[in-house]
Each structure stands twice: as structure tokens, then as C-alpha cells.
């Protein structure tokens, strides 16, 4: 992908001598890898998710037209850019390579100047839009991710449990009083507030599987993937400790001391078959009752449990 030091350009072609002379052109700004067929050509973009393909379209076997209909079917291949470089240069062979989504066609013989150009160009889109995906999915005060990027995560998360037969938990967590510390102390303080509690439940999570969110106001959300339930609740109780350790004080004269949290979390068994959003629903009601037990504590139920055998972990 792009964020690598240097971008990945797949390039496809069953001549040999064009490979080496495209690759040759374009080795000192990107990272090449080469397939001599369509086949070829779909099994190395869905292993090494080029930024860019750079196909021919007549080849023997599959040709160029059948390689990038089945690139833009599959989903980890669907978003590549693909850019055809080909001999076949009437308008019909190009309108047809742009309908069936290439971002650009280059007639063979082709221009080198042309050739690096307009890569560069392609690579220079792709890298704004990743920049934009990456802008649009975190949420600005706090820097981690915001409602749009958990709502995709959870999805994803509940697919891939369900296809693995693994489970996975899902906590709210929601600031303790936060209306009065905002009142007592300001909006902007409040705004520091959030920014120092998500700061601790990311340091406390394993970033590779895991995803903390800002759901909204002054909730987040936490996914937790690949791990046992006994693992998932040390985990989520050394959130609750981590933010309890900031010892921000809180309003001393209605003896809060400091800034806590509820939280509501759910162990969802792999057997599962509900909807993600019954998930949410339960962990959103385990908050309900963590507020109205006190506050300042964690509750925990397997999703198949019923509420008699809910525990409370922590007080
Ligand atoms: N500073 C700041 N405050 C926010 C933000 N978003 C929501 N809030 C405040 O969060 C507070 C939430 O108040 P309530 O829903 O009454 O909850 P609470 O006072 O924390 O009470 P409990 O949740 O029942 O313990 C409101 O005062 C909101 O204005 C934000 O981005 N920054």
C-alpha cells in the first residue's frame, strides 16, 4: 500500500520484453512485481494489494478486459486503480477498458514520459484519497476513531467471527458526571477530559485487533477481538483502573473525588447468530444499570446469558 516507503506497481503482460521495459522505466520510483497473465495477475494483486496495476489487455488465456472485471468483483482487489496499456488503441477498446472501471488507458507504443506521468499522477490521486479515508474515519479531538469507522469495524468484526467461529466482546464506556465537571470547571476542560480518557483505554488495548471509538458526547465503544473471555475482562478492567489512575479531579463539594467510568460490556459467543446491533443494545443497557447501580463500575454478560446471571466485575 501507499503508506510504504515506496508504492507497489503490478504490472502485466505476457510479453516479456514489455515487462522489462516498463519495470525498468519505473524501478526507481516504485516497487515492482511483475505477472505474465491474468491468472497470475489476480492471485498477486489479492496477495500483495498493489497501489496500482498496469495491465495489458490481449493476452492468451484470460485477457485484459475478463482480468479487471474480476478485479473489480472482488472486494480486497475492487478499490485498486487499474490502468490499461495496450496496442489495442480504437475508441471502442478504450471506452470499453474505462467503463469496466480502468482510471486510465495508454496506447502501446507507448511514450515513456507518458508512461511515468501518468503513474505518477495516479499515484499522487491515491494518496489523497487515502489521506481523506483516514481523515474521515477519526474522531478530530481526540484522535481515534469516530462513529463512521466503528460502525464499518463492527460489521466487519461480527462477519469475520461468525466465518472463524471466534468470538469477540463489545463494551460502552461512558464518563461518570460529566455535566458537572463541565459545568464546574468548563467546556474546554471537559474537552481535555475526553482527550486524556481515550488516551488511556488506547494504551491499555491491543491496537493490531483491537478498536476504541468515540460512539458520541462523551461515550466510546470498544471492540475486542482474538481473545478468551477471562483476557477480555482483565482488559477491560484495566481500562476502568487506567482512567481511575488519572486522578482528574472531579467536583469535590458533591464527593466526587475523580473523573470515572461505567462501562457495559458483552462477550459474544461465536455460536451467535444476531444482529450486531443486539450486541449494542445490551452492552448500551449493562451501562444503563452500571449508572443506576452508582456509577463508576464495570457490568458484564455473555450475550446468550439472561439477566440473572450478569456480574458486576468491579466497584
Ligand atoms: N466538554 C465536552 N462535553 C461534552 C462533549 N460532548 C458531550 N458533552 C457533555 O457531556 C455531558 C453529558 O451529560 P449527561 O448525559 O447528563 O451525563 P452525565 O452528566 O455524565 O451523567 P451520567 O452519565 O448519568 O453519569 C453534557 O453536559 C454534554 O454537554 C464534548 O465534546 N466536550
Redesign the pocket.
Known amino acids: 500500500m501507499i503508506s510504504k516507503e515506496l508504492p507497489t506497481v503490478l504490472i502485466v503482460d505476457d510479453e516479456k520484453n514489455n515487462l522489462r521495459i516498463l519495470s525498468d522505466l519505473l524501478r526507481d520510483e516504485v516497487h515492482v512485481i511483475l505477472a505474465k497473465d491474468g491468472q497470475q495477475a489476480i492471485a498477486k494483486a489479492r496477495q500483495m494489494k498493489p497501489d496500482i496495476i498496469l495491465l495489458d489487455v490481449i493476452m492468451p488465456g484470460m485477457d485484459g478486459f475478463s482480468v479487471i472485471s474480476e478485479l473489480k468483483r472482488l472486494p480486497e482487489t475492487s478499490s485498486i486503480p487499474v490502468i490499461f496499456v495496450s496496442a489495442l488503441s480504437d475508441a471502442d477498446s478504450e471506452a470499453n477498458g474505462l467503463k469496466l472501471g480502468a482510471c486510465d488507458y495508454i496506447h502501446k507504443p507507448f511514450h515513456a514520459d507518458i508512461v511515468k506521468a501518468r503513474v505518477q499522477l495516479h499515484l499522487k490521486l491515491l494518496q489523497q484519497r487515502y489521506l481523506l479515508e483516514r481523515l474521515s474515519n477519526i474522531d478530530p479531538?481526540t484522535s481515534i476513531a469516530n462513529r463512521r469507522k466503528f460502525d464499518g469495524h463492527l460489521k466487519e468484526t461480527w462477519l469475520q467471527s461468525q466465518e472463524k467461529r471466534a468470538s469477540f466482546a463489545l463494551v460502552m464506556i461512558?464518563?461518570?458526571?460529566?455535566?458537572?465537571?463541565?459545568?464546574t470547571f468548563g467546556?474546554?476542560?471537559?474537552?481535555i477530559?475526553?482527550e486524556k480518557v481515550a488516551s488511556a483505554i488506547s494504551s491499555n488495548i491491543d491496537s493490531e485487533n483491537d478498536l476504541i471509538a468515540r460512539y458520541?458526547?462523551?461515550e466510546f465503544v470498544l471492540i475486542l477481538s482474538e481473545k478468551d473471555e477471562d483476557q477480555v475482562q482483565k482488559l477491560t478492567e484495566a481500562c476502568w483502573v487506567a482512567i481511575k489512575d488519572l486522578k482528574i479531579p472531579h467536583s469535590r463539594e458533591d464527593d466526587i473525588e475523580y473523573v470515572t467510568v461505567?462501562m457495559g460490556g458483552v462477550y459474544c459467543l461465536p455460536e451467535f447468530t444476531l444482529e450486531p446491533t443486539k450486541a449494542l443494545d445490551k452492552a448500551d443497557q449493562l451501562l444503563y444499570k452500571a449508572?443506576q447501580q452508582g456509577?463508576n463500575r464495570v457490568l458484564w454478560s455473555r450475550m446468550e446469558d439472561t439477566s440473572d446471571n450478569k456480574k458486576s466485575l468491579s466497584v
Open positions: 479531538l461512558d464518563i461518570d458526571y460529566f455535566k458537572q465537571y463541565n459545568d467546556h474546554a476542560a471537559g474537552d477530559v475526553l458520541g458526547g462523551e461505567s449508572k456509577r
